[in-house]
């Protein structure tokens, strides 16, 4: 997959690393780069090869939301064609979304600095989120006459409760890596000089475990607030079934047996 102006792309034996590289503009996201993410990470996730997805920002911050810069250009003469590629910019986002979601792919997101609106999004989206305890979070769009996007509206409230999420996206306070971890929006938090450590650690003990067993427990994770109690249980019984089934498992229940 090539690298474009916007990000930068590796491989790392079955782990896909996708830095946003728009350092001068703190990874602002543009409705360009907003297309050309979603693209990627639908040609990531067709990659066999990649298990883990790392996603990290160049510079100083994570992702400091979606390119106001870019809206503000726009304003003297909001024309049809300008409009249309915002209005893509937020479409190919809640796209991208879907696709964290239903993918076997396993996004880490690993978050310093900023991260703010689309970019808190982002780090929200992803399946384990770990934050410098410093970084800044915050939903900002109220101030500047837009609302949350990419499902945030449905899983904020499930995080952190349907009082906590108003005060976060009404008022658009900032708040720390540590809060975020602390309320539950984020996987955890750790000091700065600490956290790629610790983001390597973690891809590596998901890389350890069986990819089949991971991408069952994922998808199941994602549905289980969402349907009934019973068929939650009906779910966990036809992954267990095909699990048990699966040469992986006879395989990596013997080397644990003999280990």
Known sequence: MATTDNYAYETDGNIGRLTLDRPDVLNAISGEFAVELESAFRDIDADDDISILHLTGRGDSFCSGFDIGELEDDLSGMSYENYERHVDGIVALQNLSRMIRDADTVVVAEVTGNALG????????????????????????????????NGVTNLLPRAVGLQRAKLLTLTGEYFSGRDAADMGLIAESVPEAELSERVETVIESVLSNSGSAVAATKALLNCGSEVRYEESLEREHVAGSELLRSEEYKRMVREFVTD
């Open 118 to 149: 689309a970019g808190l999004e982002l780090a929200v989206i992803s399946d384990i989120a770990i934050a410098a305890d410093d970084a800044r979070f915050g939903f900002p769009e109220t101030n500047v006459g837009l609302s949350i996007t």
